[in-house]
């Protein structure tokens, strides 16, 4: 259970129980959220949507500090990257990344070759041989710093690992206590220097339930309009043949009411049954079920909203153009805001730790990733024909070009000045001196 969890049965002051009636749980654990994260195809898309954006291309080590001009890889670079390579260094990052939006924190367990104990801290130069990605539920804090000095105050020092805690619940019987330098801890949310983070489907939780039952009492209430239900009615004189129908079913009589229980629900269980009815007849019951879109609408829409994610990234849904080109510029702004404040600086921090320990070489670094808001190739040919367009345009007129030939490639995503002399000033050839051969729109 998630330490120092208050109770939270309602925000309805007039109504302190109302969760509790409208079947939302007084507190969530890692158990319902694995549990919903693997059942509910909403709620992976919330944990996963983020993730699966941000880790769409992989980033890099670069040499030096950010900030400074671009230059060609070093032999430094080159190392790291093989290195990272080696160790799929980059994958398991994004697989303890969505692990981590499951929960409160994910871990790296990092595994070295220094021949000491997990329990023990690291000896210094060693080899990374791998990294495990980990449920909150396989690390628990063991035991925490108590030096209040420290600038590790009242984080874990130790870890208890227990492997299959995600599959069979706790189990310290088969566990293991590993020192803190073996771990990395990913944990979005957490903003106050702790290991705690806030899970994925947290504050949209209760919507998820919503929508589980709405899908599910729709699909119930379709299979009875479809197989039909009904109700028993005796058709003699002098009422129910309790004796005749105990007799029928082969049952004591104070047991006919427990068969006829067991006869609907058979029933019920599949579409080609029978009732045994002996001296009753069965009568079909109408069902209306109401539209369920209005209600589904308001819960998946409150869910998209605690996620921070558009609804139509987050169904897979392209509704229109323009509509979908504003949805993924601005879903491309949000992950660019969680690589830039969460990921780059939790990646820099690993690999910050693995050249103290010198599993890799030492230098100063910064994480290099691509730019998601960048146009496409498309976008930038097209901006470089209106350059060119426009300085055909101003040539008509008797003014000088508005842009140059190397504005207009590097708008176009080249770099350098063009080899040859026929794109000067970005005008066609054969269009100098004034011999254009039509007139700019």
Not at 308 to 331: D, K, M, T, V, Y
């Amino acid at each position: 259970m998630f330490g120092g969890a208050l109770p939270t049965m309602s925000n309805d002051a007039k109504r302190a129980t109302a969760w509790a009636d409208y079947g939302y749980p007084e507190l969530l654990e890692f158990n319902n959220f694995h549990s919903m994260f693997k059942r509910n195809g909403i709620a992976r898309a919330g944990v996963m949507r983020h993730v699966e954006k941000t880790w769409e291309t992989n980033p890099w080590v670069v040499e030096g500090m950010e900030g400074d001009k671009p230059h060609s890889e070093t032999r430094r670079e080159r190392e790291v990257a093989r290195a990272l390579r080696q160790l799929s260094f980059w994958n398991r990052m994004q697989a303890a990344d969505w692990r981590g939006r499951v929960g409160r924190y994910s871990a790296l367990y990092l595994v070295f070759d220094d021949s000491q104990h997990p329990s023990r801290p690291v000896t210094r130069p060693v080899k990374l041989l791998k990294m495990q990605p980990l449920f909150e539920a396989q690390l628990e804090p063991l035991e925490f710093e108590q030096d209040q000095a420290s600038p590790e105050y009242g984080n874990p020092t130790s870890y208890q690992f227990m492997p299959q805690a995600v599959q069979t619940g706790r189990d310290e019987r088969q566990s293991l206590t590993i020192h803190a330098d073996r771990i990395h801890i990913i944990a979005e949310g957490a903003d106050d220097d702790s290991i705690y983070g806030i899970p994925a489907n947290e504050a949209g939780f209760n919507d998820l339930l919503t929508i589980e039952k709405i899908v599910g009492a729709g699909g119930e209430g379709f299979w009875k309009t479809a197989r039909g239900a009904f109700s028993l009615h005796s058709t003699g004189k002098d009422g129910i043949d309790v004796q005749g129908l105990a007799q029928m079913f082969g049952v004591e009589v104070d047991q006919v009411a427990d068969k006829l229980n067991e006869t609907a629900a058979d029933l019920s269980a599949g579409m080609d049954k029978l009732l045994m009815l002996g001296d009753m007849e069965a009568k079909a019951l109408a069902y209306s079920l109401p539209s369920p879109e209005h209600f589904f609408a308001v819960a998946i829409q409150s869910y998209a909203a605690g996620v921070s994610c558009p609804l139509p990234i987050l169904l897979g849904q392209q509704i229109a153009q323009r509509s979908s080109e504003e949805n993924s510029r601005e879903w491309a702004q949000t992950i660019m805001t969680r690589r830039r404040r969460f990921t780059v600086p939790n990646a820099e921090g690993l690999v910050s730790k693995l050249m103290r320990f010198g599993a890799l070489p030492e230098f100063e670094f910064y994480i290099g990733w691509d730019d998601l808001t960048d146009a496409t190739l498309e976008q930038k040919l097209g901006n470089a024909k209106i350059m060119s367009e426009v300085n055909k345009a101003s040539l008509g007129t008797g003014e000088p070009p508005a842009f140059t030939s190397e504005e207009i490639r590097d708008v176009a995503g080249y770099e350098g000045a063009p080899d040859t002399d026929d794109l000067d000033d970005g005008i066609p050839e054969g269009e100098e001196d004034g011999e254009t051969t039509g007139t700019a729109a």
